[in-house]
């Protein structure tokens, strides 16, 4: 099992805009990924404001890159990213890969 988290700094005041996108962006995730993987979504409650967490879960390294290969394909998956572009700090966006010991 490998674990990737994806860190985003929101800047947008909107707070019902941007639970909307991050919902929208977490369920087109959700339902491609692989088997035995799972996409969710987390907000900081008592940090820095506006700083979400994906936890992307997949069966291997080989099944998460494959994963994450095939979203940019998509058109869908990008009118998504480009729906929230203005909603985060751009170059503020990590992905931090995690392994299961």
């Known amino acids: 099992m490998v674990r990737m988290i994806r860190k985003a700094q929101v ?11 991050i919902r929208a962006y977490t369920a087109h ?10 996409v969710t979504a987390w907000m900081e409650s008592y940090g820095a404001y506006g700083v ?6 997949a069966p291997d390294l080989g ?7 095939s979203l940019p394909a998509e058109q869908s998956y990008r009118e998504i990213l ?14 931090t890969l995690l392994k299961e010991v």
């Not at 995730?29 to 799972?38: F, I, S």
């Not at 099944?63 to 290969?69: H, P």
């Open 11 to 21: 800047d947008s005041s909107d707070v019902a805009r941007v639970r909307e996108w």
């Open 29 to 38: 995730m959700a339902e491609r990924t692989p088997a035995g993987g799972a």
């Open 52 to 57: 979400v967490y994906w936890m992307i879960d």
């Open 63 to 69: 099944a998460l890159d494959a994963f994450l290969d």
């Open 82 to 95: 480009k729906a929230g572009s203005e909603l985060f700090v751009s170059g503020q966006t990590r992905d």
